[in-house]
């Protein structure tokens, strides 16, 4: 049974448009959540996190928005950029739970076309 | 700051065989966790170290095992390899109470 949910495998945005990426979560005891990103033949690197306590969480161009009612969250990147084409994966972490667990989606594969 | 290194990148095995993987986490880090990425599964969390000490462990079988040591450097091991073991195996570090891991570029495993 799936945790953690990102149900578009993959999104084409136009350069310097927005680009949102969902990710959905059925487990209210999560309290921290991740997302990186991954390039072909790299390992994941992280982008941006957000505590449960809070809604919003701001860096440069990117932005992720929790939905605690909804159990929802999204990352907004602007403007979309070339460079970040990659597969971008949400991860959450359990409350109370150790660091090094993280339950993963399996991920949505963002094209940005010039 | 080097980053996380993982050894060997590429592993070609048959079925039946055992295999060793090692990572060494960034300087500092204590924490090293190991994730398997397939196609069809995405990430899925394997086991977690802490000061030489299992903290956690995903839902797979015994054949997967791993084992810290006193510099933090780990490694895992897998034994009786099976066709479905063919995955890329992450390896990542974080520091004590941070919420954030760092990866490696993993190594990609094929068992024949």
């Known amino acids: 049974d799936q945790q953690v949910k990102q149900n578009s495998p993959s999104l084409s945005v136009q350069e310097g448009r927005i680009s949102i990426l969902n990710c959905d979560y059925t487990?209210?005891?999560?309290?921290?959540f991740l997302w990186y990103k991954k390039y072909p033949a790299e390992g994941p690197t992280f982008l941006i996190s957000?505590?449960?306590?809070?809604d919003k969480n701001e860096d440069g161009r990117f932005t992720v928005f929790l939905n605690k009612s909804a159990k929802h969250l999204s990352l907004h990147i602007v403007p979309s950029q070339p460079g970040d084409s990659a597969v971008y994966f949400c991860?959450?972490?359990?409350?109370?739970?150790?660091?090094?667990?993280?339950?993963f989606g399996k991920g949505t594969k963002l094209s940005v076309k010039p | 700051k080097a980053g996380v290194t993982q050894t060997p990148r590429y592993l070609i095995k048959t079925r039946g065989q055992q295999v060793t993987l090692s990572c060494s986490p960034i300087?500092?880090?204590?924490?090293v966790s190991w994730y398997q990425q397939t196609p069809g599964q995405g990430l899925q969390f394997l086991f977690e170290?802490?000061?030489?000490?299992?903290?956690n462990k995903g839902n797979f079988p015994g054949r997967f095992s791993g084992r810290q040591f006193s510099n933090s450097r780990s490694e895992m091991n897998v034994s009786t390899l099976e066709l479905g073991d063919s995955a890329l195996y992450l390896c990542?570090?974080?520091?004590?109470?941070?919420?954030?891991?760092?990866f490696g570029p993993g190594t990609r495993l094929t068992v024949l």
């Open positions: 990542a570090s974080s520091l004590a109470f941070a919420h954030e891991q760092f």
């Open positions: 487990n209210s005891m999560f309290d921290y």
């Open positions: 957000i505590s449960s306590i809070k």
């Open positions: 991860a959450a972490r359990y409350y109370g739970g150790s660091q090094g667990n993280l339950i």
């Open positions: 300087s500092g880090h204590r924490s």
């Open positions: 170290y802490f000061s030489e000490t299992q903290r």
